[in-house]
């Protein structure tokens, strides 16, 4: 790609956030390596991407070296490493391509940039579920979790949180320029209607009329970002000087229980679905909710559109599926 444009690679682009990123790093003028091995993600969601010049689209395993999927002397100036399962069910059904791509994965990015571009910026998508159970609420980036080391949930949370500390090794004595999303809660068009996460799920049930599936009482809460403004943080984050070698949070500060949820999505969708009960998966968070003081003052950035808003674009993309 030989232009003057600043070229982003994008790992996990054909996923749900990777795919709205990549049409907004579009929309700004930069070139776009996408790659993806469709582990979860679906081309469908890169329809509009694939038909702009500036984007180039990679089948790749970013478990491996980008040696094997990279073109030769590729020059990069932005990485957002994305890839990974991200919904608890398919992060449990694949735990080891899971925990390879946060960890693993990480390593050969970084370790491949810094010998071919190590002047390049690399912003690693972590999680809230890097607090794990947290016994601090909200969550500031200050506070270093609450995770179960060996549970059922493991595989993403202690592969998040070592991805972190690969960023934190090549940030601090390598000086590259790593900054750190621990991203909540997002939702929005372009989510799997099978993924089996909370609003797919309760949204997909409430268009058939099926019964919504609360988990444990449904007292456990979380704060749900729509994806506009999750992105939006995210280039923000990219692009800013100030925010270089920091962890940042991204979320919306709104928390809601689930049940609460569930009654609002049932409201919406003006659904005669029954709500049931079934059991709490384990080491299922209790509560979450980010601090997202950093964010305002580092990046100016906040959250802008209503749940109900950013909920009303998901109920009608959910409708089409
Ligand atoms: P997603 O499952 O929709 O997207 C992940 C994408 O990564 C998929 O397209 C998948 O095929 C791809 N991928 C996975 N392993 C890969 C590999 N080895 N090589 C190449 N591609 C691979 O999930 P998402 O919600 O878009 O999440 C994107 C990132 O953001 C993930 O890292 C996730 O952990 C993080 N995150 C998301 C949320 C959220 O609420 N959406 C919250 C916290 C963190
Ligand atoms: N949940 C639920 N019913 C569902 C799916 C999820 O009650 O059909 C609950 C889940 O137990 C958790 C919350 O909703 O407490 C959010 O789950 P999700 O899988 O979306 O993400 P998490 O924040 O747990 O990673």
Not at 98 to 121: A, C, F, W
Not at 197 to 224: C, E, K, M, W
Request: proline letters at 7%; a negative charge; aromatic letters at 10%.
């Amino acid at each position: 790609m030989p232009t003057n444009k600043q070229t982003a690679l994008v790992t996990g682009a054909a996923g749900f956030l990777g795919s709205h990123l990549v049409d907004t790093l579009l929309s700004r003028g930069y070139q776009v390596l996408g790659v993806d091995n469709f582990i979860t993600g679906s081309k469908e969601n890169l329809k509009s991407a694939l038909q702009n010049g500036d984007f180039v689209f990679i089948q790749g395993d970013v478990i491996s070296s980008p040696d094997s999927y990279l073109p030769e002397d590729e020059k990069v100036d932005l990485v957002f490493h994305l890839a990974s399962p991200a919904s608890p069910p398919i992060y449990q059904k694949y735990p080891i391509e899971t925990y390879l791509v946060n960890s693993l994965g990480t390593h050969q990015l970084l370790q491949y940039m810094l010998e071919k571009n190590p002047d390049v910026r690399f912003v690693y998508a972590s999680s809230s579920e890097a607090y794990g159970e947290p016994q601090e609420h909200p969550q500031k980036e200050t506070y270093w979790g609450n995770v179960n080391p060996n549970g059922v949930r493991s595989c993403y949370d202690e592969s998040k949180r070592f991805g972190e500390m690969v960023c934190g090794v090549h940030s601090r004595d390598m000086s590259m320029d790593i900054r750190i999303m621990r991203i909540f809660n997002t939702f929005g068009p372009r989510m799997n209607p099978a993924d089996g996460r909370v609003i797919p799920n309760f949204v997909t049930q409430a268009l058939h009329n099926n019964p919504l599936t609360v988990y444990g009482d449904g007292s456990q809460t979380r704060s749900f970002c729509y994806v506009d403004d999750l992105i939006a943080g995210m280039i923000l984050l990219a692009e800013s000087p100030k925010a270089s070698g920091m962890t940042i949070n991204l979320g919306n500060p709104e928390e809601k229980t689930i049940l609460e949820l569930a009654m609002l999505i049932k409201e919406q969708t003006d659904s005669k679905s029954e709500i049931v009960y079934q059991p709490l998966p384990g080491d299922d968070p209790t509560k979450r909710r980010p601090d997202i003081s950093k964010a305002k003052e580092v990046l100016g950035w906040a959250p802008k559109v209503t749940f109900e808003v950013g909920l009303q674009k998901t109920i009608e993309y959910f409708k089409g599926k």
